[in-house]
């Protein structure tokens, strides 16, 4: 079995099984002939194995250009069946990498329907290339009807506010020059989509001149920001100097060395540390020094933190959200270490709130904490060790997400696994993440949907890493994205879906709650509008019509861990299963009562 942390080091490998897929016939084309041919020379350049795409006109000549240009590899297509699915793989993969790949959607439509996962991915911070395509720009040239309902004068405006970057370039030097620095731009910190829109007539057109040859790798310097020496001293005194430190472990590479150093940082500090699971595992649950993962945060759900003076957060995702719950307590120093700020714009609200800091260092978390580890050397004071957290050994009543947790354990036992989606209602304490690939973080964006593609594309740069992708989604969310499954099963993507039927939005059905408690009227009525009933859904067999192995529905929790244990060894066998669990409609009482108290 590989070491896990190959994952992220493969990054830039095709499959065996995947690139052995779809041929084409060979069409001899070796010199690009086209305007689409530069285009594909310069994605190749990229060294970028796969583009996720749903087929449209607008990019046909780049779509022959693949095919037939580069014979389809490097990059090779992973057809989707939806725009959304193809960008939330790509924000899976980015996910597990760190890296962007690349994805196209025809036209305005077919953006449109990717808009959502790039909204995610925006707020997730993870870097993708959307090609686009639209026109002919030249009016003249446009076939009648649907070259002109499929043109936009500035397609990019429809998702310009939550990408990084966008342009429409309009000659082939330009459009080479275009991916470069949108891959560029893209994959450095802080991450986040670009879009690179191509005018179809640029695409479809003859070269005449061949461009010169160029060495990409320095139109693509990486990019390292690491804090200045002299604020790594006063961060380090000001936490030696503390009473009780308390690390805000937020946004965070899959690096295993990163982990390393903030586990060492913790430990020398006698820091303790949160951690939320809107992001990838950031520290390791079980660990002494982990105080929890609390969906609002203060001394009270953190107990014995009451004496906490130093706050160091590391690119927490709501800073001024956290200090808030914390309580005024002015005498609270706040260190904030964090890129984010140079990705805010005026249209996301995405930065939340502005938080009070006393010092700011605008830097990558991931190169600082090893400068602090360093600077506070052994010297350390000693701290009393706090005991671990144990998960409750309490039997859950009725059937709940917790039995799912509790069967996984059983099931999985020491098998390295990673979770690429986790339910609306999951406390972090059911199972330990100890290692950073264990959990790769929410849909970013709360976009409800994403779920599955996201988990398709973890699990495709998971594969051969020896760890199982586990994708537990509420039934919400799959039945909106649900046609990734499709994509993983045709690409020998080995992935296991756990469904946390409760045949309802059930988040909304709170929301209802709340309302009517707020309001005095019948809190009995909140299912309505919300249950997914009469019929229920049969969620196994949507997995099995994509070509899945489906299992269920598993009606009591008695019978969940065999069902899992046959799902299992479908997966191992390098299949996708769907595994049907009708949980009760219902939240964790941690969940309900941070959603339906005053102020939520
Ligand atoms: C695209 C989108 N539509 C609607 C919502 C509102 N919303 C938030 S959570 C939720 C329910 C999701 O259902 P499910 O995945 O079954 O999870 P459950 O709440 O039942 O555990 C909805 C509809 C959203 N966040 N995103
Ligand atoms: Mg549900």
């Given at each position: 079995?590989?070491?896990?942390?190959?994952?992220?080091?493969?990054?830039?490998?095709?499959?065996?099984?995947?690139?052995?897929?779809?041929?084409?016939?060979?069409?001899?084309?070796?010199?690009?002939?086209?305007?689409?041919?530069?285009?594909?020379?310069?994605?190749?350049?990229?060294?970028?194995?796969?583009i996720a795409l749903t087929?449209g006109?607008s990019y046909?000549?780049?779509?022959?250009?693949?095919?037939?240009?580069?014979?389809?590899?490097?990059?090779?297509?992973?057809?989707c069946?939806h725009e959304e699915a193809a960008v939330a793989i790509a924000q899976?993969?980015a996910?597990?990498?760190?890296?962007a790949l690349v994805t196209a959607v025809h036209s305005n439509v077919g953006l449109l329907h990717a808009s959502m996962a790039i909204f995610n991915a925006w707020c997730d911070r993870m870097p993708i290339v959307v090609l686009g395509a639209t026109g002919?720009v030249?009016?003249?040239?446009?076939?009648?009807?649907?070259?002109?309902?499929h043109t936009a004068r500035d397609q990019g405006a429809l998702i310009r506010e939550y990408t990084k970057w966008d342009d429409q370039p309009?000659?082939?030097?330009?459009?080479?020059?275009a991916i470069?620095r949108g891959t560029?731009i893209a994959n450095?910190?802080p991450q986040g989509p670009v879009y690179i829109n191509f005018d179809?007539?640029?695409?479809?057109?003859?070269?005449?001149?061949?461009?010169?040859?160029?060495?990409?790798?320095?139109?693509?310097?990486?990019?390292?920001?690491?804090?200045?020496?002299?604020?790594?001293?006063?961060?380090?005194?000001?936490?030696?100097?503390?009473?009780?430190?308390?690390?805000?472990?937020?946004?965070?590479?899959?690096?295993?060395?990163?982990?390393?150093?903030?586990?060492?940082?913790?430990?020398?500090?006698?820091?303790?540390?949160?951690?939320?699971?809107?992001?990838?595992?950031?520290?390791?649950?079980?660990?002494?020094?982990?105080?929890?993962?609390?969906?609002?945060?203060?001394?009270?759900?953190?107990?014995?933190?009451?004496?906490?003076?130093?706050?160091?957060?590391?690119?927490?995702?709501?800073?001024?959200?956290?200090?808030?719950?914390?309580?005024?307590?002015?005498?609270?120093?706040?260190?904030?270490?964090?890129?984010?700020?140079?990705i805010h714009n005026g249209w996301s609200m995405d930065h939340?709130?502005?938080?009070?800091?006393?010092?700011?260092?605008?830097?990558?978390?991931?190169?600082?904490?090893?400068?602090?580890?360093?600077?506070?050397?052994?010297?350390?004071?000693?701290?009393?060790?706090?005991?671990?957290?144990?998960?409750?050994?309490?039997?859950?009543?009725?059937?709940?997400?917790?039995?799912?947790?509790?069967?996984?354990?059983?099931?999985?036992?020491?098998?390295?696994?990673?979770?690429?989606?986790?339910?609306?209602?999951?406390?972090?304490?059911?199972?330990?993440?100890?290692?950073?690939?264990?959990?790769?973080?929410?849909n970013g964006g709360g976009g409800?949907g994403g779920?599955?593609g996201i988990?398709?594309?973890?699990?495709?740069?998971?594969?051969?890493?020896?760890?199982?992708?586990?994708?537990?989604?509420?039934?919400?969310?799959?039945?909106?994205g649900?046609?990734?499954?499709?994509?993983?099963?045709?690409?020998?993507?080995?992935?296991?879906?756990?469904?946390?039927?409760?045949?309802?939005?059930?988040?909304?059905?709170?929301?209802?709650?709340?309302?009517?408690?707020?309001?005095?009227?019948?809190?009995?009525?909140?299912?309505?509008?919300?249950?997914?009933?009469?019929?229920?859904?049969?969620?196994?067999?949507?997995?099995?019509?994509?070509?899945?192995?489906?299992?269920?529905?598993?009606?009591?929790?008695?019978?969940?861990?065999?069902?899992?244990?046959?799902?299992?060894?479908?997966?191992?066998?390098?299949?996708?299963?769907?595994?049907?669990?009708?949980?009760?409609?219902?939240?964790?009482?941690?969940?309900?009562?941070?959603?339906?108290?005053?102020?939520?």
């Open positions: 079995m590989n070491p896990p942390q190959s994952a992220t080091a493969r990054a830039n490998e095709a499959d065996p099984a995947v690139s052995g897929l779809e041929r084409p016939t060979p069409a001899g084309a070796n010199a690009p002939g086209f305007g689409s041919d530069v285009i594909a020379d310069a994605l190749r350049s990229l060294d970028v194995p796969y087929p006109a046909r000549g780049l779509h022959d250009s693949i095919v037939n240009y580069l014979g389809n590899s490097r990059p090779q297509m992973l057809l069946l899976g993969y996910k597990v990498t760190g890296k002919p030249d009016a003249a040239k446009r076939r009648p009807w649907i070259d002109w309902i309009a000659s082939p030097a330009a459009a080479r020059e470069l560029w450095t910190v179809a007539e640029l695409q479809e057109s003859k070269v005449n001149e061949q461009l010169p040859p160029i060495d990409v790798a320095r139109y693509m310097p990486p990019i390292a920001t690491a804090a200045p020496a002299e604020q790594i001293k006063q961060a380090a005194a000001m936490l030696k100097g503390a009473k009780q430190v308390l690390i805000l472990a937020g946004r965070g590479s899959r690096s295993e060395e990163a982990w390393n150093a903030r586990v060492a940082l913790a430990e020398a500090l006698g820091a303790r540390v949160v951690s939320d699971l809107k992001i990838g595992a950031s520290f390791p649950t079980d660990h002494p020094n982990y105080a929890g993962a609390p969906r609002g945060l203060s001394p009270q759900s953190l107990e014995g933190l009451a004496n906490v003076d130093v706050v160091l957060s590391l690119d927490w995702v709501d800073l001024a959200g956290a200090l808030r719950h914390w309580g005024p307590s002015p005498s609270v120093k706040v260190i904030q270490v964090s890129l984010d700020h140079r939340q709130a502005l938080p009070a800091v006393d010092l700011f260092l605008s830097a990558d978390p991931d190169l600082v904490v090893p400068e602090l580890v360093k600077e506070i050397g052994k010297g350390g004071k000693p701290h009393a060790v706090p005991a671990a957290r144990k998960a409750s050994d309490k039997e859950p009543t009725g059937f709940t997400n917790e039995h799912i947790a509790r069967a996984l354990r059983k099931v999985l036992g020491d098998r390295p696994v990673s979770y690429t989606s986790l339910p609306l209602s999951w406390d972090e304490s059911w199972i330990p993440f100890r290692h950073p690939l264990d959990y790769v973080g929410s409800v779920g599955p988990s398709v594309g973890a699990a495709l740069a998971l594969k051969g890493s020896g760890r199982m992708p586990i994708a537990i989604c509420g039934d919400g969310d799959f039945l909106m649900v046609t990734a499954v499709w994509t993983a099963v045709h690409y020998k993507i080995p992935l296991l879906f756990i469904l946390a039927n409760n045949r309802s939005f059930y988040n909304d059905e709170l929301h209802q709650e709340r309302m009517a408690r707020a309001r005095n009227r019948p809190i009995e009525n909140k299912w309505i509008g919300q249950r997914m009933s009469e019929p229920e859904v049969d969620l196994a067999a949507m997995g099995r019509a994509q070509g899945a192995v489906g299992f269920g529905p598993v009606t009591k929790p008695e019978d969940l861990a065999a069902v899992l244990q046959k799902a299992v060894a479908e997966v191992e066998a390098g299949k996708v299963a769907v595994v049907d669990v009708r949980v009760e409609p219902g939240y964790t009482a941690v969940m309900t009562a941070a959603m339906t108290r005053a102020g939520s």
